[in-house]
């Protein structure tokens, strides 16, 4: 079946500009995060929605960064007023139990 | 939150078994450790994980310590497709009762041929 889907697989955007990156999760999937990853480094958790309750966005760096998760379903990470330090790729996952499934990643570039 | 430490690198001779060690000190009573790798360009894939019981499946055995503070993934018959970057994670127990996966450092496991 369908996995995760992340949209644009790739993003260029100039500083100060906003930027909308989008998740597809898997259809039933009541869990999904979302993680940054800077070149060669781990993942950084960001933000996690599960269900109904309302997200937990204890790892969201600073009030530029918020998400959103319509529906219980598809999600969107915007990104307000981008610095150079954003650039990452920004990866989403969803699950059901235990096991995250990952998405491909969206590579932010902000020049 | 626990935090977990992994050596940067290994090298495995292809056929050979792969033995990446993680430490995992500060490991709660009810905080999962969970293995996942990252090849190149993707996104990281799920192996395994356990609680305080040995684990073992199709593509690797998990072994953790009785005091739960260190573990070791095992890949029993390395290839080259195996070279990738290995990440232990403690899955923490948030008080609203929601978890936050803790991702390392991460080992890159290099198989040679």
């Known amino acids: 079946g369908a996995g995760v889907s992340q949209s644009p697989s790739n993003k260029v955007t100039e500083k100060g500009k906003d930027v909308e990156l989008r998740c597809d999760p898997i259809?039933?999937?009541?869990?999904l995060y979302w993680y940054r990853q800077s070149l060669g480094q781990g993942l950084e958790f960001l933000i996690y929605?599960?269900?109904?309750?309302?997200?937990?966005k204890s790892g969201l760096p600073s009030d530029r960064f918020s998400a959103e998760r319509t529906g219980g379903s598809v999600s969107t990470l915007t990104i307000q007023r981008t610095q150079q330090e954003d650039s990452a790729v920004y990866l989403c996952?969803?699950?059901?139990?235990?096991?995250?499934?990952f998405g491909p990643g969206t590579r932010l570039t902000v020049t | 939150d626990a935090k977990t430490t992994q050596p940067p690198s290994m090298d495995c001779a292809e056929g050979r078994a792969a033995n990446l060690p993680c430490n995992h000190s500060t490991i709660s009573g009810n905080e999962y450790v969970y293995w996942y790798r990252q090849i190149h360009s993707q996104g990281p894939q799920y192996i395994i994980h356990?609680?305080?019981n040995n684990e073992t499946n199709e593509m690797a055995s998990l072994i953790i310590t009785e005091d739960r503070k260190s573990s070791t993934l095992i890949l029993p018959h390395a290839t080259l497709r195996d070279t990738a970057v290995y990440y232990c994670i403690v899955r923490a127990l948030f008080t609203s009762g929601t978890y936050k996966y803790i991702f390392g450092t991460g080992t890159r496991l290099k198989v040679l041929a």
């Open positions: 996952a969803s699950s059901l139990g235990s096991e995250q499934y």
């Open positions: 929605f599960q269900g109904n309750s309302a997200p937990d």
């Open positions: 259809s039933g999937h009541t869990a």
């Open positions: 356990g609680l305080k």
